[in-house]
């Protein structure tokens, strides 16, 4: 059985209400969170983009969860990269050895994890072509559905794809790695006529003065990216793009869900008056100049800037040292009173968001609700 490259089209009502979301990454209960939050109903559509399995710790169970919601005739589970892998490696014989190199070696929590713990299974003791057949005798029904999702649906104004198309005018021939693994399509050209809505690449990565996980809503290039980046960046959340279409016109705007708890300030402060440049991936790359208790001073490799940065994000790795998260020097002002969600807290200081941007704040000065 080979991966399915099927693009599905849907016969839409003249008026709907669209819910689409992307990258869940094993987040079930976070899922959950928010399909309650934007209040999906029967009347409505899910459409499901990808990648919600892998790297996240309830593989299994999202996996269970988003088959029983696939039954329904007003959801659409879409494959992503993940889904594609997951079932490429155990349906594909030729695949017997990358599969156990999979499993020794990846950085991240997988679907196999769950179920060679559940089965039992020593994988140092076995061949991948066993492992296969196991897998194959217990989980059939899982990985074949994982291998049959179709990869785009095709709607009157929209395309959803999980990570992206190709930039030639007939869209429908892009391969089946652009349709799954297409790499920062919103710095590409979108020839289709249509608005494109992909996963994928975390929509905050295409943003250089804001940590700002939110969807990228582009009505110019026609292109919406809504990967929150959950359970692969530290600062994340799982987004909802809601397209509503009343009489020809629509209205499309973001939801999310995070993780984040709810601090009350106590006594205000004074922040930073300019936001500046982030760093992110791949350009994290940092000199320590000098070690300080909290913030170390540090020299940016791809500019050369000097910056503080917060010491417990700073992470040393085969090539020198680096930021192991999207990173500001940025310090919020806050007031007495208001509400703020708090990432984490390193030391003496919390990282936190207020109105849709993150920064650091003295612990001592807000209080957890």
């Given at each position: 059985?080979?991966?399915?490259?099927?693009?599905m089209?849907?016969?839409?009502?003249?008026?709907?209400?669209?819910?689409?979301?992307?990258?869940?990454?094993?987040?079930?209960?976070?899922?959950?969170?928010?399909?309650?939050?934007v209040?999906f109903?029967?009347?409505?559509?899910?459409v499901?983009?990808?990648?919600?399995?892998?790297?996240?710790?309830f593989?299994?169970?999202?996996?269970?969860?988003?088959r029983?919601?696939?039954?329904?005739?007003?959801?659409?589970?879409?494959a992503?990269?993940?889904?594609?892998?997951?079932?490429?490696?155990?349906l594909?014989?030729?695949?017997?050895?990358?599969?156990?190199?999979y499993?020794k070696?990846?950085?991240h929590?997988?679907?196999?994890?769950?179920?060679?713990?559940?089965?039992?299974?020593?994988?140092?003791?076995?061949?991948?072509k066993?492992?296969?057949n196991?897998?194959l005798?217990n989980?059939?029904?899982?990985?074949?559905f994982?291998?049959?999702?179709?990869?785009?649906?095709?709607?009157?104004?929209?395309?959803?794809?999980h990570?992206?198309?190709?930039?030639?005018?007939?869209?429908?021939?892009?391969?089946?790695?652009?349709?799954?693994?297409?790499?920062?399509?919103?710095?590409?050209?979108n020839?289709?006529?249509?608005?494109?809505v992909?996963?994928?690449?975390?929509?905050?990565?295409?943003?250089?003065?804001?940590?700002?996980?939110?969807?990228?809503?582009?009505?110019?290039?026609?292109?919406?990216c809504?990967?929150?980046?959950?359970?692969?960046?530290?600062?994340?959340?799982i987004?909802?793009?809601?397209?509503?279409?009343?009489?020809q016109?629509?209205?499309?705007?973001?939801?999310?869900?995070?993780?984040f708890?709810?601090?009350?300030?106590?006594?205000?402060?004074?922040?930073?008056?300019?936001?500046?440049?982030?760093?992110?991936?791949?350009?994290?790359k940092?000199?320590?100049?000098?070690?300080?208790?909290?913030?170390?001073?540090?020299?940016?490799?791809?500019?050369?800037?000097?910056?503080?940065?917060?010491?417990?994000?700073?992470?040393?790795?085969?090539?020198g040292?680096?930021?192991?998260?999207?990173?500001?020097?940025?310090?919020?002002?806050?007031?007495?009173?208001?509400?703020?969600?708090?990432?984490?807290?390193?030391?003496?200081?919390?990282?936190?968001?207020?109105?849709?941007?993150?920064?650091?704040?003295?612990?001592?000065?807000?209080?957890?609700?």
């Open positions: 059985m080979g991966l399915n490259s099927t693009i089209s849907l016969k839409e009502e003249k008026s709907f209400r669209l819910i689409s979301v992307s990258d869940i990454h094993g987040g079930l209960y976070l899922f959950k969170r928010l399909i309650e939050k209040e109903k029967r009347s409505d559509y899910l499901i983009i990808g990648d919600f399995i892998e790297k996240g710790r593989n299994k169970e999202t996996l269970s969860y988003i029983e919601l696939s039954k329904k005739d007003n959801v659409i589970v879409l992503g990269n993940c889904e594609a892998f997951v079932a490429s490696l155990v594909e014989k030729y695949n017997s050895q990358k599969l156990i190199r499993i070696y990846k950085t929590k997988s679907i196999f994890d769950e179920w060679i713990k559940e089965l039992n299974i020593n994988i140092y003791e076995i061949s991948g066993y492992l296969q196991i897998l005798t989980y059939k029904d899982d990985i074949e994982l291998g049959s999702l179709p990869v785009a649906l095709e709607l009157e104004d929209f395309i959803f794809v990570a992206g198309i190709s930039e030639k005018m007939y869209w429908k021939k892009s391969s089946l790695k652009t349709f799954l693994y297409c790499e920062q399509f919103y710095k590409k050209d020839k289709s006529g249509k608005t494109v992909v996963g994928h690449w975390p929509a905050s990565n295409y943003k250089d003065y804001t940590i700002n996980c939110d969807s990228i809503i582009d009505t110019e290039k026609k292109i919406i809504i990967d929150g980046g959950y359970n692969v960046k530290k600062i994340a959340q987004n909802a793009l809601i397209i509503e279409k009343t009489n016109i629509y209205n499309i705007y973001n939801e999310s869900a995070d993780e708890d709810k601090y009350i300030v106590k006594e205000g402060s004074f922040g930073t008056k300019e936001i500046p440049q982030k760093i992110r991936w791949p350009n994290n940092i000199e320590i100049i000098k070690r300080r208790k909290e913030f170390s001073v540090c020299k940016r490799v791809d500019t050369g800037e000097l910056i503080n940065i917060k010491n417990e994000v700073i992470e040393l790795g085969s090539e040292y680096y930021c192991n998260q999207d990173y500001q020097e940025y310090y919020l002002t806050t007031y007495r009173g208001q509400v703020i969600d708090v990432v984490n807290i390193y030391g003496n200081y919390a990282l936190a968001r207020l109105d849709g941007e993150y920064g650091w704040i003295k612990k001592d000065l807000i209080e957890k609700l």
